[in-house]
């Protein structure tokens, strides 16, 4: 399930991409501050609101199944 971008991040770096500059890759995610330039993103929501409700969680994992799916 995910061994396509895996191997796909492995080989941008074998060709001397660096690690921080691969944000691209389709089904995999990272950590950013700066979502201002960002186009298609969905933002998770954070340890203290999951901790708080449980639901916080059920959008996220509802478009990452989506996604998965296609």
């Known amino acids: 399930m ?5 191997m796909e991040i492995l080989n941008l770096i074998q060709f001397g991409k ?8 389709r089904g995999t995610c990272y950590l950013t ?3 201002s330039q960002l186009k ?8 203290e609101e999951v901790s708080k409700n449980k639901k916080n969680m059920q959008r996220p994992l509802k478009y990452s199944m989506k996604n ?3």
């Open 33 to 35: 501050s700066q979502i």
């Open 2 to 6: 995910g061994e396509k971008p895996i």
């Open 18 to 25: 660096n690690i921080k500059d691969i944000k691209d890759i």
């Open 40 to 47: 298609d993103y969905i933002e998770l929501p954070s340890f």
């Open 68 to 70: 998965r799916m296609q």
